[in-house]
């Protein structure tokens, strides 16, 4: 039988009742939210699960909205069921204050690479993970660039004139 | 010794081959270690983690060596204002000679090339003992 949305929607709710929340299909492709406490759960039912079958985890990543409090920071799973070619998408939320999300490395060696860049760039400390240092930026580096509040245009340059380089506003957030 | 990371490059290798021809200009050998090079020619964004590596590079070439810049990357960070590049290659290792362009055309790196040439001939035979120099150096954290 053919997987559908509806089908993988439905064994969710099941499984994890209120939980999983705000369902949508944005261009058909199922995304939902989860609590964060549960996402190792949720990861590995969507694995290990012989009907959902998500093997092959696409991508992860952090998004950061300040304006969301509570729930500023929010980390998104891709997940692919290889043999079907259905995806689905995961995002979870957790306070700035404390960014603390567990690692999902145990389920999927793929998380490894991706949770560094997502600590890398947004500061979310995967707990648990076996290597959590920065692994794209400078180790120096002593914040994460892509949080609204930094301006993507280095702060502590020094050595020019803003308006001759075209930094006449410094634009903060 | 080429040192390019983005189009700079590619536009450095049509000024070596053979319709511009840098080997007409007396800079017929490149070679691709610092320890045989006088010249070390930037070529392209720098990234701040690229910086050592830089260094690295510049540290192993023999004295007396020269440096050119070619292009706003290297030269100032050019488009890319942002925090992980490095806003221009002097802040890593000093720069001899820089040639604007974005990126700059065949000419520009031999007319930069040639500006090379006119240091190596004209710069004092002493100029590498002077504490000038010695403190520039020093300056930037190599000996």
């Known amino acids: 039988m053919a997987l559908t949305n509806k089908t993988i929607q439905d064994k969710l709710r099941e499984k994890f009742g209120e939980q999983v ?14 609590d964060k406490d549960i996402n190792l759960k949720v990861l590995n039912f969507l694995h290990q699960d012989e009907e959902l079958n998500f093997v092959f985890l696409t991508d992860l990543c952090g998004v950061h909205y300040p304006d969301n409090k509570g729930k500023e920071l929010g980390v998104v799973y891709h997940l692919h069921n290889l043999e ?28 490894n690479w991706m949770e560094r860049e ?38 502590s340059r020094v050595d020019k004139d803003d308006e001759m380089f075209g930094r006449d506003v410094i634009r903060a957030f | 010794m080429p040192f390019a990371t983005s189009c700079c490059g590619i536009e450095f290798m049509s000024t070596m081959a053979s ?51 070619v292009g706003a990357c290297a030269s100032s960070g050019g488009i890319f204002d942002s925090y992980s590049v490095l806003q221009g ?14 990126p700059p ?14 240091l190596v001939g004209k710069e004092s035979l ?11 150096l020093e300056s930037y954290g190599i000996q």
């Not at chain 2, 055309?105 to 006119?118: N, V, W």
């Open chain 2, 19 to 69: 319709h511009y021809d840098i080997g007409r200009y007396g800079s017929e050998r490149l070679a691709f270690t610092p320890r045989q090079c006088d010249l070390l020619m930037v070529m392209g964004t720098i990234s701040k983690k690229m910086g050592p590596v830089l260094r690295q590079v510049y540290v192993q070439m023999a004295e007396p060596r020269w440096v050119l810049a």
């Open chain 1, 118 to 155: 997502t600590f890398d760039f947004f500061g979310i400390n995967f707990l648990g993970h076996p290597n959590m240092k920065r692994i794209l930026n400078v180790d120096e580096m002593d914040y994460s660039p892509l949080r609204k509040e930094f301006p993507v245009e280095d702060q």
């Open chain 1, 21 to 34: 929340y705000a369902f949508e299909e944005p261009y058909g492709l199922l995304t939902f939210a989860a």
């Open chain 2, 126 to 136: 002493r100029r590498r003992n002077s504490d000038h120099y010695k403190a520039l």
């Open chain 2, 105 to 118: 055309r065949p000419e520009a790196f031999l007319d930069g090339l040639m500006r090379i040439q006119d």
């Open chain 2, 89 to 102: 290659i002097d802040q890593v290792v000093p720069v001899d000679v820089y040639v604007p362009g974005c």
């Open chain 1, 84 to 111: 079907q070619n259905i995806r689905v998408r995961m995002k979870i939320y957790t306070e700035v204050g404390k960014p603390e999300v567990f690692t999902a490395t145990s389920i999927f060696m793929a998380a």
